[in-house]
């Protein structure tokens, strides 16, 4: 695996006995879970950053019981057909969908800002590259990787597009817009419903739209993953809490959860003669 960067002079590293090294002299140790560290002081703006420990912890409790098991494997499917070899999974989480796509890759990097969504990650799957750093500067080489993944995470536009090959493919997975209405239903007044095609227009100048593709999940929830998933999702900080308590001891929710998977490819960039 040659394709990580040394995020202080942006050299490539290489990995020796537990330790990942640039041509300049630095260093970055695996940790003992098997991750490296690569977002360096300069790149840091809070002492926790991303996800809390909490939202992690529920979140890896409601996707471990398979809920959302059909939007891993519609993301499988896709790169069974379109075969990339090396694939950056931003904002990795704790790894649920990097891992079940890392066996359709040769090289598979998951990266977040948040150190304990990364070590329960690397825990749990060795042949991932694990790496804790920051979508504002990508921990991989200009023109490395053959597809960018965001699910649900940050979109780092410019930076996807220096890492990406040439023809290089962009998935993304955000809310399809009637996302998890009944629950939303429960806990506004109002509710709007996303709005995925924006993250079209953003990329629209430099990636073409090339799939979409809806996915449902019907689930019947138990009060403890109606729990999980509120506090997976950014919706219970901005309900009443009357609403969210109502919501957090019904014995049971039937809910649809509707994903919008993207795949762009990036553009050809036309050079003047
Ligand atoms: C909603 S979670 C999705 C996690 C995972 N993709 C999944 O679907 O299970 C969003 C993730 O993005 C991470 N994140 C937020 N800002 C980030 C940034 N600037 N760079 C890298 N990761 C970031 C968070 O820590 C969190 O793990
Ligand atoms: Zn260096």
């Not at 690397?122 to 790496?131: G, I, M, Q, R, S």
């Not at 990406?164 to 817009?177: H, I, M, N, R, S």
């Not at 995925?196 to 990329?203: D, G, I, M």
């Not at 901005?238 to 001891?249: D, F, G, N, S, V």
Request: charge should be negative; glycine fraction near 4%.
């Amino acid at each position: 695996m040659q394709w990580l960067m040394c995020p202080v002079c942006r050299e490539n590293l290489s990995l020796n006995e537990r330790t990942w090294r640039c041509q300049q002299g630095h260093s970055f140790d695996l940790a003992k879970q098997g991750y490296v560290n690569l977002h360096v002081v300069q790149h840091k703006h809070s002492k926790q950053p991303g996800d809390t420990p909490e939202a992690v912890d529920a979140r890896r409790a409601f996707l471990s019981a398979g809920f959302y098991a059909p939007l891993r494997t519609a993301v499988e499917t896709i790169l069974q057909q379109y075969q990339p070899k090396t694939l950056l999974d931003i904002g990795c989480g704790e790894g649920y969908y990097t891992q079940a796509m890392q066996a359709h890759v040769q090289d598979c990097i998951g990266v977040d800002i948040a150190k304990n969504a990364v070590q329960r990650a690397a825990k749990a799957n060795p042949n991932v590259t694990w790496v804790v750093g920051t979508g504002a500067v990508l921990p991989v080489l200009d023109g490395s990787m053959e597809i960018c993944t965001s699910l649900f995470s940050p979109i780092p536009q410019q930076e996807i597009l220096r890492v990406l090959k040439e023809d290089g493919l962009c998935l993304v997975v955000t809310p399809a817009p009637q996302h998890l209405y009944a629950m939303r239903e429960a806990l506004f007044d109002q509710v709007n419903p996303h709005e995925p095609e924006k993250f079209v227009n953003q990329l629209s100048d430099a990636f073409e739209l090339i799939e979409s593709q809806v996915v449902d999940a019907p689930l019947l929830l138990k009060q403890q993953d109606i729990q999980n998933l509120l506090a997976m999702t950014p919706y219970a900080y901005k309900a009443k809490p009357e609403k969210r308590q109502a919501l957090e001891t019904l014995a049971e929710l039937h809910v649809t959860a509707s994903f919008q998977i993207y795949l762009f490819k990036k553009k050809v960039e036309i050079t003047a003669a």
